[in-house]
């Protein structure tokens, strides 16, 4: 079907809106413009009426846009409402977050569309899959693909009401700007990438706000609580997880984008209420070098468009100053990899339907207009740029070699074997991305080992998503900039852990990966009538130790490397923190233990080995003293805020990610003790006690000094290390930075950004460790870590206390000052302090960083695990 294209109609409407304010064409009753369902005054150009027959989304949802929030339920029920009763407009799911909530999109069309989605799908397919075959007459006749994305943090919620608005819009409208919308565009809707988050934030809204809404901003309604509704259940930021793809909804969203690969995907936000109104090109000097020149023109051109809507009903915003497109994490990033358009939108924000600024009063109904403004300016941009957008995907696929020719590297070799899951976990997160992996077709040898056939897969930068694999495997310690919204490196090798090596050739390739699952575990040498021992390193291990714990069975660790002789003959070696399963044990079945121990091998993917008897060739006998039963550990992660301040307490990311870690992933029940209330609680209850990153200045130092005294481990996660230095638990001398004297000079214009460029946004470091501690059972002498923020301290001197220590020179990649970069060289990482009879674990990087750093989870858990042992 032929694709009808439309003129540039924007400076004709901008001078009939001029016309129309200035009240030289006062529209009368007869004709006057539609409105959409939203209560304010919203011009709609280029639409001359609405069908009666689609409803609106009072008659589904029982108010009017803009006068309450609206559920995620019902913002579902409206969607499902919408595609029952248009022919331009399908609803489909990709699945559910955390709580059980939908997600859903609605793809809208014209009916003639919808009739061949499938021949529309496929030649955009072409696109990236194989683009030296698509002609320019080819594009001609083909729609464009726009993928619409709304409020990814909950409480920024008017996003998520222009979506029903744009909805409803593009399903009722009638006029030559819908007609083109639907004729030359496949939209796709997502009306919540966080429906989570959003039902947190609206029940507190709308539960605090009677008949009447106050504007004071002291008033319940405009001050949630802690953790907020920004985040998903987890209390993650979303907006971070587009390339870990970590959270159920991240992944249903990279399913919709890989499968329709969208020219434009847009991504609508809040921000202060004394802001105006942002969107992209953000600051230039930010943009990652991956992305092209072309991406940034195109979103340059685009912005014009957004620029003449919001011009229309005077609306304040501004491009370029802020936000910047660095971090391919982000939904407004992730799509320039992708051969898309991303552009972020922020709206100041009312947060609650009515807030006092220094402008006067702002409605949560002016904030949805924007919003819904800014859509169509979108839809119009899409159209009207649809040969330009798809000749721009297009070519980002044609042009890939070019684009990666100054790698160093041609492919990637990871290794599967002594660290198989955390390489399965690697090769699931990009092959959500698309990335093809490969068996390997012959040996290789490099960096002082070798990888075989079978043993290894490869990643070779030559495939369709070439650039996406070498924006996400390379290391970087050069950068155009040195301030950064986010951080400055993500290099996923380094944060899985993998033993890997990246090769200058393409190596021989064997067949391609199919979809990897974890497959690692295995009860070696069959059924022992005397004990089991499971070495430890691989990543459940810690899960499998909880499950035998919650069977009964009573597993003991051994301290010293040894060698077991197993059924048949012959031995095996054994390393520090090797557990031993003994299979004759009071109150718990023989049965019993066989049957768990098969479990955790299929479940929790450890190899568990088979043992003849308890007397070892060499190192200690199993039931040796040092041989000690690991206690089921009883977890108090510390949340919320304190009451010296709103901004005192626990950060909800570092703690979320420890919640996540401990309760999805290794199946171990954590107890959420909030900060105000540790003097009320039995802490008693509790081995463990998690201070996972914020400002803990209520927490009651008494209390909490005499728990780790009496035997409680306190382990402390980033800038929390601060608390048992402050409350005299353990003695820490801190290496100063003087930044003031270092921007003394720097003009006022400049300070911000002189201040800025010492700060540490997300670096990787090497950690040097010691590997005979418990807490670095099952690692190597040196590891990659996650380090955000300033503020170093000297090892302890204290004989085995530190655990890590940062190599010199301790960044492996990422963006530090060379000032900051002499403070950590050979600082403390990782600190392990006896008090009393307790003990005090102090990590100074985030071993947990946003879920995706698999590598150094294992420290972080040893901590809780083996907390006796030292």
């Known amino acids: 079907m032929p694709i009808r294209l439309s003129c540039d109609r924007r400076p004709v409407l901008a001078l009939l809106s001029i016309l129309l304010i200035v009240g030289v064409l006062a529209p009368t009753s007869a004709d006057a413009q539609p409105q959409v369902p939203l209560s304010i005054d919203t011009p709609v150009p280029g639409v001359t009426s609405y069908d009666d027959d689609i409803p609106v989304p009072e008659d589904i949802i029982g108010h009017r846009i803009g006068e309450r929030h609206t559920r995620p339920a019902q913002v579902v029920d409206y969607f499902e409402a919408v595609a029952a009763a248009s022919d331009r407009v399908t609803l489909a799911g990709h699945g559910r977050t955390y709580q059980g909530r939908k997600l859903i999109h609605a793809i809208v069309t014209s009916p003639e569309n919808h009739g061949r989605l499938d021949e529309i799908k496929a030649a955009n397919r072409r696109l990236t899959s194989q683009p030296d075959d698509v002609s320019d007459e080819d594009l001609a006749t083909m729609p464009a693909v726009v993928l619409m994305g709304y409020s990814i943090h909950g409480d920024e919620a008017s996003g998520t009401e222009a979506a029903i608005l744009l909805l409803y819009h593009l399903a009722a409208g009638n006029g030559p700007e819908v007609d083109d919308a639907l004729e030359n565009a496949v939209t796709i809707v997502d009306p919540m990438f966080n429906p989570d988050g959003r039902d947190r934030f609206v029940d507190w809204v709308n539960g605090n706000r009677g008949e009447v809404a106050t504007t004071d901003p002291q008033d319940r309604e405009h001050n949630q609580p802690w953790p907020g509704g920004r985040t998903n259940h987890y209390w993650f930021d979303l907006n971070r997880d587009w390339l870990p793809g970590q959270h159920p909804s991240s992944q249903g ?36 070098p991956n992305t092209p020149e072309r991406n940034q023109e195109l979103t340059g051109e685009i912005a014009t468009y957004h620029a003449d809507y919001l011009e229309r009903i005077g609306s304040l915003f501004y491009t370029r100053e802020s936000f910047d497109d660095f971090y391919y994490g982000k939904g407004s990033t992730y799509p320039d990899i992708n051969g898309s358009i991303g552009i972020l939108f922020e709206q100041a924000s009312s947060r609650s339907l009515k807030a006092e600024t220094s402008k006067g009063v702002m409605t949560y109904a002016f904030t949805v207009r924007n919003q819904f403004l800014a859509s169509l300016s979108t839809m119009s941009a899409v159209t009207e740029m649809r040969t330009d957008l798809l000749a721009h995907q297009r070519d980002f696929y044609a042009d890939r070699e070019e684009a990666v020719s100054d790698a160093d590297e041609r492919a990637y070799v990871i290794d599967m074997t002594d660290r198989r899951t955390r390489a399965q976990a690697l090769a699931q997160t990009l092959q959500r991305h698309r990335v093809k992996l490969y068996d390997l077709g012959e040996s290789v040898s490099a960096d002082g080992r070798t990888y075989r056939p079978g043993d290894a897969f490869v990643v070779p930068l030559d ?104 059924p048949g003959g012959g031995t095996r070696s054994f390393d520090r923190g090797a557990i031993v399963i003994q299979v004759q044990q009071r109150g718990v079945a023989a049965d019993s233990v066989h049957a768990v121990v098969r479990r955790i091998a299929a479940e929790d993917h450890v190899d568990v080995v088979a043992v003849a008897g308890g007397m070892t060739p060499s190192g200690p006998d199993l039931g040796s003293r040092g041989s000690e039963i690991l206690p089921k550990p009883e977890i108090a992660l510390i949340t919320g805020t304190g009451g010296a301040s709103r901004y005192s307490g626990t950060n ?33 209850e509790y081995t463990t006690v998690i201070l996972a990153g914020g400002d803990f200045e209520d927490l009651p130092a008494e209390t909490i000094s005499t728990w780790v005294r009496d035997g409680g481990t306190l382990i402390t996660l980033q800038d929390a290390a601060s608390w048992p230095v402050d409350a005299e638990l353990v003695t820490m001398e801190e290496r100063e930075v003087d930044v003031d004297s270092l921007v003394r000079g720097t003009s006022y214009a400049d300070l911000q950004n002189a201040y800025g460029a010492q700060g ?69 990482s990782i600190e392990a302090h006896n008090v009393g009879r307790g003990n005090v674990v102090m990590f100074m990087d985030n071993p947990n960083f946003r879920a995706f750093w698999y590598g150094s989870n294992g420290l972080f858990l040893n901590a809780i695990v083996f907390s006796e042992f030292f």
């Open 652 to 684: 909800p990311y570092d703690a979320g990610e420890v919640w996540h870690l401990l309760n999805e992933r290794m199946h171990m029940p954590v107890s959420l003790v909030d900060v105000t209330t540790v003097d009320d609680v039995d802490m008693d």
């Open 463 to 566: 495939q369709e998503q070439g650039r996406f694999v070498k924006a996400a495997m390379e290391r970087t310690s050069e950068y155009p900039d040195s301030l950064f919204y986010d951080v400055s490196t993500w290099t996923l090798p380094l944060a899985y852990g993998v033993e890997y090596t990246s090769l200058e050739r393409t190596p021989d390739l064997g067949s391609e990966l199919g979809d990897v699952s974890y497959d690692g575990g295995q009860v070696v040498g069959g059924q022992s009538d005397y004990a089991y021992v499971m070495p430890w390193g691989r990543y459940f291990a810690p899960r499998a130790v909880y499950r035998l714990q919650e069977a009964g069975v009573r597993p003991r660790a051994m301290t010293d490397p040894f060698t077991a002789r197993i």
């Open 253 to 288: 969203r990279l399913e919709v984008f890989h499968d329709w690969r969208p020219q434009v995907l847009t991504d609508y936000h809040e921000m202060g209420p004394e802001a105006t109104y942002f969107f992209q090109p953000g600051i230039p000097s930010r943009t990652n």
């Open 760 to 828: 540490i946004g997300g670096s990787i470091f090497e950690v040097e460790l010691d590997s005979t501690h418990p807490v670095a059972y099952g690692y190597s002498s040196s590891e990659a870590i996650f380090r955000v923020g300033t503020g170093f301290y000297e090892p302890s001197k204290e004989p085995g206390v530190s655990v890590g220590t940062y190599a010199t020179p301790a960044r492996i990649s990422g963006y530090i000052s060379e000032e900051q970069a002499e403070a950590a060289d050979g600082a403390a």
